[in-house]
């Protein structure tokens, strides 16, 4: 068997993660770097291994766990595909919110994203070219009550994708922005961190807590279909896209902010243009 690409994939422990690692595993001509926190978690990678799956314990935000995957990277010669997929979910007021809890958010949203990104750029410039696929949300280009830190970290993953794409596009590699809304994950249940509003000026938002928590499981999203529709982008389109909202409130919900913002921006233009000498 000939491999054509060798991904990369963050978090393949549960969720998205595990789901297109399981495509990828099963897909002829696809080498595949699997990462999880625990060894014992990439057991179910066992029945499709014929030899092209690499197995790798990674924490995003351990620095010395995130260095060693150079020599990983390496002795696999090299990535085509990044997923940077590992992440939590945050569910609080943004005055209720710990600032520990945030810190957390942030270090594997983000910082972690951003680490395991570093690492992996050299390979991808040396070979000029490579594809990064950056899981944001649809809170990463809106946002709601009780998600306004989760969303803050996602805008954080836009922001920089949007700046690295720019800079790499000349190298020959590509970014692409994933924007799902819920899916059939443990995101909004077990890997997520719940804080009812305790507040009486927010008991408004404790139904968003709650209600995120309850319905856990039964979102729309499916992570197999949302796993296929990453793989299709990615190998059958010679540009990815920059964004893919994945999911009907995604796209609806991605359009009025986006449009709300255009709008907003519009009416503003000729105040805007006063700032200037
Ligand atoms: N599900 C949704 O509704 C939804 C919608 C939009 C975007 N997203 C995003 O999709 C991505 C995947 O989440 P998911 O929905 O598939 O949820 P999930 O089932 O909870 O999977 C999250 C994955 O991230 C891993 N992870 C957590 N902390 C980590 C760390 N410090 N280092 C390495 N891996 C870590 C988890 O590993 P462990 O098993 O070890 O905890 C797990 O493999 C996340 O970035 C999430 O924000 C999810």
């Given at each position: 068997?000939?491999?054509?690409?060798t991904?990369?994939?963050?978090?393949?422990?549960?969720?998205?993660?595990?789901?297109?690692?399981?495509?990828?595993?099963?897909?002829?001509?696809?080498?595949?770097?699997?990462?999880?926190?625990?060894?014992?978690?990439?057991?179910?990678?066992?029945?499709?291994d014929?030899?092209?799956?690499?197995?790798?314990?990674?924490?995003?935000?351990?620095?010395?766990?995130?260095?060693?995957?150079?020599?990983?990277?390496?002795?696999?010669?090299?990535?085509?595909?990044?997923?940077?997929?590992?992440?939590?979910?945050?569910?609080?007021?943004?005055?209720?919110?710990?600032?520990?809890?945030?810190?957390?958010?942030?270090?594997?949203?983000?910082?972690?994203?951003?680490?395991?990104?570093?690492?992996?750029?050299?390979?991808?410039?040396?070979?000029?070219?490579?594809?990064?696929?950056?899981?944001?949300?649809?809170?990463?280009?809106?946002?709601?009550?009780?998600?306004?830190?989760?969303?803050?970290?996602?805008?954080?993953?836009?922001?920089?994708?949007?700046?690295?794409r720019?800079?790499?596009?000349?190298?020959?590699?590509?970014?692409?922005?994933?924007?799902?809304?819920g899916?059939?994950?443990?995101?909004?249940?077990?890997?997520?961190?719940?804080?009812i509003?305790?507040?009486?000026?927010?008991?408004?938002?404790?139904?968003?807590?709650?209600?995120?928590?309850?319905?856990?499981?039964?979102?729309?999203?499916?992570?197999?279909?949302?796993?296929q529709?990453?793989?299709?982008?990615?190998?059958?389109?010679?540009?990815?896209?920059?964004?893919?909202?994945?999911?009907?409130?995604?796209?609806?919900?991605?359009?009025?902010?986006?449009?709300?913002?255009?709008?907003?921006?519009?009416?503003?233009?000729?105040?805007?243009?006063?700032?200037?000498?």
């Amino acid at each position: 068997m000939t491999i054509t690409k060798t991904w990369l994939i963050t978090g393949t422990s549960s969720g998205f993660g595990k789901a297109l690692a399981t495509l990828v595993a099963q897909t002829d001509g696809q080498h595949l770097l699997a990462t999880a926190r625990k060894m014992a978690d990439l057991d179910y990678l066992d029945a499709f291994d014929h030899g092209q799956i690499t197995k790798i314990i990674l924490d995003v935000t351990d620095d010395a766990e995130v260095a060693a995957l150079s020599d990983k990277i390496r002795a696999a010669g090299g990535v085509d595909i990044l997923v940077n997929n590992a992440g939590l979910g945050y569910f609080a007021t943004t005055e209720e919110a710990q600032a520990a809890d945030v810190r957390q958010l942030f270090d594997v949203n983000f910082f972690g994203l951003a680490a395991v990104t570093k690492v992996v750029l050299p390979f991808m410039r040396a070979a000029r070219q490579g594809v990064i696929v950056n899981i944001s949300s649809v809170l990463g280009l809106t946002s709601l009550p009780t998600l306004g830190y989760y969303s803050a970290s996602k805008y954080a993953v836009e922001g920089y994708s949007e700046g690295l794409r720019q800079e790499v596009a000349p190298l020959g590699i590509q970014v692409m922005l994933v924007e799902p809304s819920g899916a059939r994950t443990n995101w909004a249940g077990a890997s997520g961190k719940h804080v009812i509003p305790a507040l009486a000026d927010y008991q408004a938002f404790k139904a968003n807590v709650v209600g995120v928590k309850n319905g856990a499981g039964h979102e729309p999203g499916n992570p197999t279909k949302i796993a296929q529709l990453i793989f299709a982008s990615v190998t059958n389109e010679t540009q990815v896209p920059l964004h893919l909202p994945l999911g009907a409130f995604a796209t609806n919900a991605a359009q009025e902010h986006l449009t709300a913002v255009l709008n907003e921006v519009t009416a503003r233009r000729a105040t805007a243009l006063k700032a200037d000498d």
